[in-house]
Every structure is written in C-alpha cells, then in structure tokens.
C-alpha cells in the first residue's frame, strides 16, 4: 500500500517528468491537474482511513485465531452513560478499553479509577478532542497527546501508550507528534456507526454481521443509545462464544 511519502514522491516525479516532456513535445494542461488531484484524492483517503497505514502505521484488529474481540468505547468518560456501560460490561463478564478525551477523563476522575478497577482499559483520545484538532500543528497535537498520557498513566498507574485519534483522522502532525511520544495507534475493523444512527437496531445488525475473531469494535459511551446497542451486542458474542477482552490482551495474549 502506498504511503504518504511515496504518493508524494511519484506525483512530483510525474510532475517532472511531465514538465520536461513538455519542452518538447505539445502537452494537454490537465494532465498536470490530473496528476495534483490524483495525489489530493489518495492523501484524503488515507488521512480518513487508517488501516491504509498511509500517514502512520495503525493496528486495526488483533488475531484471528482465538475467538476474542475487543470492544472499544471513543469519547467518554461521560457521568452518565458510561456507569451504565461498566453495569452492563461486569454483567457479562467482558473487559473493554476506553479511549478517553483527556479534559473529560480530568474531570471525571473517580469514574475512571472505577473503570480500572474493573480491570478495564484506558487509552488516549486526546485532550481537546476539537473539531480543528486535524489542523492543529506538531507541538499542538504532541502537547495534547502528552498531557492525556499522563492522565491515563496516573489513573491506570501504570503506562498504556495506546492512542486513538479523533474522527480517526490522521495527517503529518500526527504522524509526527506519535514519533515523538511513541503511542500505540488503535483504529477498529468493525465500525457501528452508533452515534450517526438513530436506530440501534440498524446498528446492532450492523455490528453483529461484522462481528468475527480478532475484531475491534468502535463504540462510543457519549450517548443515550449505547445501553440498549451494548447490550444486544454482548447478549450476541456471549452466545457466539466470543471472549470480550481488553485491546491489548487482544493483540499480545491471544
Ligand atoms: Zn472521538
């Protein structure tokens, strides 16, 4: 699969290439604009899409081979929903990571060492989680990234590198920031589109046809749906025989 720096080498090779054959030769202006959006259109699709490791290298899914899947939760922790989700999790005897947004985890303090307690994992959502977070520079994003890794290793006491970028949106001042502060990517292979949808009947199907070893599956504890999806969606994998385990027993005890 192409990365960002090849895809970038080759557009300006071909601009090259293209520009000197012009000396000699007639050549149609659009090819030039053709070769710029084919560039755009790969660059766009890969900040939007990370298991295309295009900007930065991003786990998606664990193995396959024991039947385990690993149930993630973006943007709490919220005082609301996710007591109802710890409920619903310690009744079914599942553990699952949340990716939280540093500000709320801040205020949210003991609701977070609740989650740990419950042998459950933390990990990194960054700080602001702003709409502009995409356009925020290497310092910005790398600030951010620091401040909410101290957060998760003071409550989790222990150090959890695993970040999960907002809008699961990533660009070369991401790439560069998760140089700097060596985090763990964590993206997801099944997608419930829970906070879209209004239906969480449309969602639990969704979710339960994609369901297979080795999956991570993106939740979000930030709204009113999320105990009822939740808990057809365990309901499902314990009748299935799914082991709901944590991302990292996910990727290194299977
Ligand atoms: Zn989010």
């Known amino acids: 699969m192409l990365n960002h720096r090849a895809t970038s080498f080759l557009a300006i090779l071909v601009l090259l290439v293209l520009a000197i054959a012009h000396q000699f030769v007639p050549l149609w202006m659009g090819w030039y604009l053709l070769v710029a959006l084919l560039w755009l259109g790969i660059t766009v699709y890969g900040s939007f899409t990370l298991r295309s490791n295009y900007f930065l290298t ?21 005082s609301t929903y996710t007591p109802q989700v710890l409920q619903l999790l310690a009744q079914y005897n ?3 990571t949340f990716f939280c947004i540093g500000k709320r985890l ?26 502009f977070f995409d ?20 409550v989790s006491k222990q150090s959890n590198d695993l970040f999960r970028p907002p809008y699961g949106v990533t660009n070369p001042a991401i790439a560069k920031a998760i140089s700097e502060t060596n985090n763990t990517v964590v993206g997801w292979n099944v997608r419930s589109f829970d906070t879209v949808s209004k239906d969480p009947k449309a969602v639990i199907n969704r979710l339960t046809k994609k369901v297979q070893p080795g999956a991570i599956i993106l939740l979000h ?3 009113d749906r999320i105990q ?15 082991e709901m385990v944590t991302v990292n027993e996910l990727l290194y005890d299977s």
Do not use: C
Request: net charge neutral; proline share 2%.
């Open 135 to 154: 356009f925020f520079g290497k310092k910005r994003v790398t600030n951010e990234l620091k401040r909410t890794n101290a957060l998760v290793s003071e």
């Open 106 to 131: 801040e205020s949210q303090i003991d609701l977070a060492k609740q989650m740990v307690a419950a042998g459950h994992e933390l990990g990194n959502h960054s700080y602001s989680h702003s709409w």
């Open 221 to 223: 504890d930030s709204h």
């Open 228 to 242: 009822s999806i939740l808990e057809h969606l365990l309901l499902f994998l314990q009748q299935q025989g799914y």
């Open 58 to 78: 991003a786990v998606t899914q664990g193995p396959s081979t024991a039947k385990k899947v690993a149930i993630t939760f973006d943007d709490g922790p919220n």
């Open 94 to 96: 599942a553990k699952a």
